[in-house]
């Protein structure tokens, strides 16, 4: 059976799912090509929505724990429902992914449950599709790739989905690990080891660079190791897992590197980045070329080395961002009906959800000593912040760097309570060429964090008022 359409999408993660909300508004045709059973890839169904549903449970059930008393709340020590804690975020999932399922309906978006891949025939491109049904056979106008990232898997370490696995298996165990080892001190690796530290598992990162978060402005980046550290977080940098003794007590874990000797443990994260989804989608036979890291090849348009053939997200390259991937899905389909918007990949904005958090846009510092770009810096500490003291949460600053001549901002760095939600001013500003006195001029509400914001700009600019 084969059925035509102006754009057929394999794959309905945000790339996917977004690039066929975009088209369908300008009444093409549109089918989505989908393994999973749910739509929102690997951002709503192992990623991004369920870590933070239990980093935000998590959070509350160390709040009750450790803080409430501090504000003079009395509570006998909490008791954990885990279950309860994981049927929660998993509602929250099933939610949204409905949402989602349910605007495909609205917008007359065709899903096809199967594991699709290119297929060329006489020179024509087409997606055939495995279904339970057999195959099916798609033809488009247009094809886009969105078929996003999977765990890398270390040769030592090999999966078992038991004791060692990844962010999946890290987001439904049924126990509290009486100690967890995170191989990968990067997004994954501190945001999951600090659900589960919070939830009372003593937690070691075991990193192989000396540093963390090597794109991270490193006073920032230093700032976050010497919190989770505080929280009790074990982190061994410049230390790799040399090999792994399955025993019945547990895993026994021998270190090299700056750690040496061994650990043991109950459960093993294996957080040390992801792969291009490539496998089985027939790039190799259809001609569309990769790059040296084996991500898809594309020009500005999101045009694979094949006629009628697009990629964005994870797929391609560029920080494996959900909301990457979502802008690049718009501009893509924008840019095939003729409009020439641009995804700014300057103005990316990175978050790591841990506590504090951590939220960054434009140029860190290293960056701009590399580069040879000349700027100056503001600082504004949490501590100094009224509201941050009303909540009680003044780790972290905001640090503002700009240029010296103009003011322009270059790069916001924040550490601390809300920095994924205060990132978006600075973002705003910088998309507009904003500079330290614009930030100025604004009014912000008086008592907010963003207000450390303006602070930092202010002392960008040599005249901080409040520190
Ligand atoms: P994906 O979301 O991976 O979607 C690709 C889809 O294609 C999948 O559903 C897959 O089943 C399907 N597919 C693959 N091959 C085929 C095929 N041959 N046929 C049919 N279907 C196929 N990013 C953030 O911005 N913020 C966060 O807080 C965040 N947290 C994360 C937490 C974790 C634990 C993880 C793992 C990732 C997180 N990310 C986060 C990254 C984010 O999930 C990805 O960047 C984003 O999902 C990429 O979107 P995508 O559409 O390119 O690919
Ligand atoms: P990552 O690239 O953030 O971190 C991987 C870390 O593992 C690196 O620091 C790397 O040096 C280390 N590593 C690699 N091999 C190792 C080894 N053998 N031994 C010890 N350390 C090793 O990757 P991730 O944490 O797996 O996350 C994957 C991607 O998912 C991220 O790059 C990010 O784009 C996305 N993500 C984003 C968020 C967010 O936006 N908040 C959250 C989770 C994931």
Redesign the pocket.
């Known amino acids: 059976m084969s059925q035509s359409y102006d754009l057929v999408i394999?794959?309905?993660?945000?790339?996917?799912y977004v690039a066929a909300l975009r088209a369908a508004q300008y009444g093409w045709k549109v089918a989505v090509?989908?393994?999973?059973e749910a739509l929102?890839?690997?951002?709503l169904?192992?990623?991004?929505i369920?870590?933070?549903a239990l980093l935000d449970s998590s959070e509350y059930f160390a709040l009750a724990r450790d803080q409430f008393a501090k504000h003079g709340i009395l509570i006998d020590s909490p008791r954990l429902d885990l279950a309860k804690m994981m049927k929660r975020k998993d509602d929250v999932v099933t939610r949204l992914t409905r949402g989602i399922a349910s605007l495909f309906k609205k917008q007359g978006i065709e899903l096809v449950h199967?594991?699709?891949?290119l297929e060329s025939v006489a020179e024509q491109m087409r997606v055939v599709?495995e279904t339970d049904q057999g195959m099916q056979t798609l033809q488009g106008e247009k094809i886009l790739l969105?078929?996003?990232?999977l765990?890398v898997e270390l040769p030592d370490l090999p999966f078992d989905g038991q004791r060692i696995g990844h962010?999946r298996h890290a987001?439904s165990y049924d126990q509290v690990p009486e100690q967890l080892v995170v191989v990968g001190g990067g997004?994954?690796g501190l945001?999951?080891g600090s659900v589960w530290l919070r939830l009372g598992s003593r937690v070691t990162v075991v990193e192989q660079l000396e540093i963390l978060l090597p794109n991270t402005d490193q006073e920032v980046a230093k700032a976050l190791i010497k919190s989770l550290q505080k929280q009790g977080m074990v982190i061994h940098a410049g230390t790799r897992v040399a090999s792994v003794d399955n025993t019945e007590e547990g895993l026994r874990l021998h270190l090299k590197g700056g750690e040496q000797g061994e650990l043991t443990c109950d459960r093993l994260l294996v957080a040390a980045g992801?792969r291009p989804?490539t496998?089985?989608?027939g790039l190799e036979q259809a001609g569309v070329e990769l790059t040296d890291g084996g991500r898809v090849k594309v020009d500005t348009d999101f045009r694979t080395s094949v006629a009628h053939v697009y990629a964005?997200?994870?797929?391609i390259d560029g920080p494996?961002?959900?909301?990457?991937?979502m802008d690049e899905a718009v501009v893509c389909v924008e840019r095939m009906v003729g409009e020439l918007p641009e995804v700014d990949y300057r103005l990316i904005p990175g978050?790591v959800?841990t506590m504090p958090e951590v939220a960054a846009v434009g140029a860190s510092e290293e960056q701009l000593k590399t580069e040879g770009t000349a700027y100056q810096s503001g600082h504004f500490p949490f501590m100094a912040s009224g509201r941050a003291k009303a909540l009680d949460e003044t780790d972290g600053f905001v640090k503002v760097l700009a240029s010296p001549e103009s003011g322009r901002l270059l790069g916001v760095h924040i550490i601390g309570p809300r920095a994924s939600e205060l990132i978006a001013e600075a973002a705003s500003i910088m998309a507009f060429g904003g500079s330290v006195e614009d930030v100025a001029l604004i009014t912000h509400a008086h008592p907010t964090l963003s207000e450390a914001f303006k602070e930092a700009a202010l002392a960008a600019a040599g005249r901080a008022l409040h520190a």
């Open positions: 394999v794959g309905g993660g945000p790339g996917g090509v989908e393994k999973r929102g890839g690997t951002c169904n192992e990623g991004c369920p870590s933070k199967g594991n699709g891949r599709v969105a078929t996003g990232s765990p962010a987001l997004y994954i945001e999951l992801r989804c496998d089985g989608l964005v997200g994870d797929l494996m961002l959900a909301h990457k991937a978050v959800y």
